[in-house]
């Protein structure tokens, strides 16, 4: 969505055996990248994006990792063209199990632009308030998955 800048995702999967459950954001190489808990940030050239991690109805927030340059697996790689490569982060979250389930937010915005959101779970509805510097958005994730833009 836009004004403001938010990407929202809900993921599911399931298996008949436990696994493991992993969701991979590939970030550009020239990017600060941190990660703390439910939160990540990636800034360069401008623009921070803050990765989100969200609880909802029956879903609990999981903590963000980080992979850049691995070789075993080959994973956090950049090319710009054929001979050139560039170690670069990928977040990462993890859930084990016979089930996950995942909501993510990525927002885009200026700078230091302060990013907040408060989630309210009423049921089998969560409602996302999304706070990006004097812009506000508002999402909810009903019980089948779907997400709707309220405001």
Same mark, same amino acid.
């Given at each position: 969505?836009?004004? !403001? ?33 439910? #939160?990540? @940030?990636?800034? $360069? =050239?401008?623009?921070? &994006? ?7 109805? $029956?879903? &609990?927030?999981?903590?963000? $990792?980080?992979? +850049? $340059?691995?070789? +075993? !697996? ?5 090319? /710009? ?10 977040? @990462?979250?993890?859930? =084990?199990? /016979? =089930? ?12 230091? @632009?302060?990013?907040?959101?408060? !989630? ?6 969560? &409602? ?6 004097? +812009? ?7 019980? +089948?998955? /779907?997400? &709707? #833009?309220? #405001?």
């Amino acid at each position: 969505m836009s004004d !403001p800048e938010i990407v929202v995702a809900f993921d599911k999967a399931t298996s008949y055996k436990p696994t493991t459950f992993t969701q991979l954001w590939h970030l550009p190489y020239d990017v600060s990248f941190k990660a703390s808990g439910t #939160r990540a @940030t990636a800034a $360069g =050239k401008g623009v921070t &994006t803050t990765l989100l991690q969200l609880p909802a109805a $029956g879903v &609990t927030a999981t903590k963000f $990792g980080a992979v +850049k $340059g691995s070789t +075993k !697996p080959i994973q956090g790689w950049q090319w /710009t063209d054929y001979f050139h490569k560039y170690k670069a982060p990928v977040a @990462t979250v993890t859930q =084990k199990g /016979t =089930k996950a389930a995942m909501v993510t937010a990525i927002v885009a915005a200026p700078g230091t @632009t302060p990013v907040s959101v408060k !989630p309210v779970i009423s049921g089998s509805t969560t &409602t996302y308030t999304f706070r990006v510097g004097s +812009k506000t958005a508002v999402v909810t994730l009903d019980a +089948k998955g /779907t997400l &709707t #833009r309220i #405001r």
